[in-house]
């Protein structure tokens, strides 16, 4: 099984960290010391070449370590515009409407980043942006999660043509680093913390304005570029992609020789893999079980015992000790607060 893991087969574009060296450089600080411990340099980072997830997870730990600015993420995210982000960026630019801009920017999210899982959604009235945990780790996921969610607030703006206001909140699921008003002041809009999703909610009746920048013809050579990038990207599958994608299909939670039989793979081989990106077949099992909890608390009137039932735990008490652990309360009080 070929794994896109491989130490031979680096899949993450430079081009957000070139933007990110040349931020931290405006800020004073040396390229050599913001790629430290990579194996990169400068000129490689300008060349469009692919990195691995590690890599960039040291680069971004070694740029917060030097700026000792925790709101990094929201800062290089505004420096983006919508060109930074390929035909991703020109396909959303064409578009008729933010909805079809949006449909577009989540379809095609992969061609830019595998670092995490950017799903939508409508909920009441409001559409919602989710933004998952990948390949990222996990002491710079924040980073990731807001340098996406200020980019698309930017983006959105320009293509609604909203450069100072606009109506949308924003939910992290976790702490403020600094005072919530400095989140605040940066982004434009209200910040909610230590929700169950990290998400940008806004009203759907947004989704209808139209985009100034239309263009059919535009917007199809676009994105036949991207459908040129997944194609690549799909020969290659994200592996944790593959076992969300198979847990989905089996409704189950199998252990890992068992997945590794479904994936015909072996479970030294998976777990090699997963190394690569500091990670864990029952990480992701906890990822994929704490979003689905979440949701049945949310949306399903099923009782607790049930939805241990269906997460795959046999006693509903080790799934109230996992759920204290994923949010600091049990699923009847989280369900209750509701």
């Not at 515009?81 to 577009?104: C, E, R, V």
């Not at 670092?115 to 990731?144: C, G, W």
């Not at 982004?187 to 009746?205: A, I, K, M, R, T």
């Not at 046999?314 to 652990?325: E, M, T």
Request: with cysteine; proline share 5%; charged share 20%.
């Amino acid at each position: 099984m070929t794994s896109i893991y491989s130490k031979q087969r680096a899949f993450l574009t430079t081009d957000y960290l070139t933007q990110l060296i040349t931020l931290m450089k405006q800020k004073g600080f040396d390229p050599e010391l913001v790629l430290a411990n990579t194996q990169l340099t400068e000129q490689i980072m300008q060349q469009n070449t692919r990195i691995s997830p590690m890599q960039y997870h040291t680069v971004v730990e070694n740029a917060l370590a030097l700026s000792q600015d925790p709101l990094l993420g929201i800062k290089h995210g505004q420096g983006l515009n919508i060109a930074s982000h390929g035909f991703l960026g020109f396909a959303a630019m064409a578009a008729d409407d933010l909805n079809q801009a949006l449909s577009l920017a989540i379809r095609y999210a992969r061609t830019r980043t595998l670092l995490a899982d950017i799903r939508f959604h409508k909920e009441d009235d409001s559409a919602v942006v989710q933004i998952n945990r990948l390949a990222s780790m996990p002491s710079t996921f924040p980073f990731v999660v807001e340098n996406i969610i200020s980019s698309f607030i930017g983006v959105a703006r320009y293509l609604m043509n909203q450069q100072d206001e606009m109506s949308a909140i924003v939910k992290l699921n976790y702490s403020p680093q600094v005072p919530a008003s400095e989140y605040e002041r940066l982004l434009g809009v209200p910040v909610l913390f230590d929700q169950p999703h990290n998400q940008v909610c806004f009203p759907e009746y947004l989704l209808e304005v139209p985009v100034s920048t239309a263009n059919a013809t535009s917007r199809g050579l676009a994105e036949s570029e991207c459908e040129k990038l997944l194609i690549e990207l799909d020969q290659g599958q994200d592996l944790v992609i593959q076992i969300r994608n198979q847990l989905e299909k089996m409704k189950a939670f199998p252990t890992l020789p068992n997945m590794a039989t479904a994936m015909n793979s072996s479970p030294r081989t998976i777990n090699r893999q997963l190394a690569q990106l500091n990670t864990t077949y029952q990480h992701i099992l906890d990822e994929v079980r704490r979003e689905k909890a979440i949701d049945l608390l949310t949306y399903s009137n099923i009782n607790v015992e049930q939805i241990a039932s269906q997460l795959g735990y046999n006693d509903p008490s080790n799934f109230g000790r996992a759920f204290r652990r994923w949010l600091g309360k049990s699923p009847r009080a989280f369900r209750k607060d509701l």
